[in-house]
C-alpha cells in the first residue's frame, strides 16, 4: 500500500473519530493526541507538539485534523535555518511553485516550546468577531484564522534556536486562508 494511500485512509479515519468526538463533547486529550500521532507517523516530538495544539484549536470549532506534511515542514525548515542569523525577518510567500498559508512566532529569553507558538496564536481568537469578519482595531487575529482555516488540510512547521539565543517557530499551512472577503469557518 503506498503512503498517499494510508495517509487518506488515516485521515478519514481520524476525522470520523474527530466527528464522533465533536457530537459527544466528551474528547480526551489522549484521544486528540492519539489522532495526531497517526497524522504524523514517525514525527518527532516537536513535530507532535504543533501538529497537536493546532488540531485541538481545531476541534474546538468542529473543523477536520490537520495532517502533517513532510514538503511543508521541509520547506519551514530551510526558512528557518535562514533565519537563524536574525530571527526577526519576514518572508512573504509567493516563489512561483506554490501559495502557502504561514505563522511565525518569536521569543528570546526563554525555551519556548511549539505548544508556545500554538497557544500564542491560537490566543487571538479574543480579538476575531466571525459576524463582521474582523479583528478588534489594532490587534492581530490572522494567524488564529490560519489555523481554523475550513479548507487548510496540511501543516508543516519547523524550530530553530537563534544564533542570538532567541528561537524562531514557523508552521507553513496548505492550501492557505486568510482570503479577503471569506470567513475562515
Given amino acids: 500500500?503506498?503512503?498517499?494511500?494510508?495517509?487518506?485512509?488515516?485521515?478519514?479515519?481520524?476525522?470520523?473519530?474527530?466527528?464522533?468526538?465533536?457530537?459527544?463533547?466528551?474528547?480526551?486529550?489522549?484521544?486528540?493526541f492519539q489522532i495526531c500521532k497517526n497524522l504524523c507517523p514517525g514525527c518527532d516530538?516537536?513535530?507532535?507538539?504543533?501538529?497537536?495544539?493546532?488540531?485541538?484549536?481545531?476541534a474546538a470549532r468542529f473543523e477536520p485534523p490537520l495532517i502533517w506534511d513532510r514538503r511543508l515542514q521541509n520547506y519551514a525548515q530551510n526558512w528557518a535555518n535562514q533565519r537563524r542569523s536574525d530571527c526577526a525577518l519576514r518572508h512573504s510567500?509567493?516563489?512561483?511553485?506554490?501559495?502557502?498559508?504561514?505563522?511565525?512566532?518569536?521569543?528570546?529569553?526563554a525555551n519556548w516550546?511549539?505548544?508556545?507558538?500554538?497557544?500564542?496564536?491560537?490566543?487571538e481568537k479574543?480579538?476575531?468577531?466571525?459576524?463582521?469578519?474582523?479583528c478588534d482595531p489594532g490587534q492581530m487575529c490572522g494567524h488564529y484564522t490560519q489555523i481554523v482555516w475550513k479548507n487548510t488540510r496540511r501543516v508543516?512547521?519547523?524550530?530553530?534556536?537563534?544564533n542570538n539565543g532567541g528561537i524562531f517557530?514557523?508552521?507553513?499551512y496548505d492550501p492557505p486562508g486568510n482570503y479577503i472577503g471569506q470567513k475562515p469557518y
Fill in 1 to 32: 500500500m503506498n503512503s498517499s494511500y494510508l495517509r487518506v485512509i488515516l485521515l478519514l479515519g481520524a476525522i470520523n473519530l474527530f466527528v464522533s468526538i465533536s457530537t459527544t463533547k466528551a474528547a480526551t486529550l489522549g484521544q486528540i
Fill in 45 to 58: 516530538h516537536d513535530s507532535l507538539q504543533f501538529l497537536f495544539r493546532h488540531n485541538l484549536v481545531r
Fill in 93 to 109: 510567500f509567493q516563489n512561483g511553485e506554490f501559495t502557502l498559508g504561514e505563522n511565525i512566532y518569536w521569543g528570546y529569553g
Fill in 113 to 123: 516550546s511549539p505548544a508556545d507558538a500554538v497557544v500564542a496564536w491560537a490566543s
Fill in 126 to 134: 479574543r480579538f476575531y468577531h466571525y459576524g463582521s469578519n474582523t
Fill in 156 to 162: 508543516g512547521c519547523a524550530r530553530v534556536v537563534c
Fill in 169 to 172: 517557530m514557523t508552521c507553513n
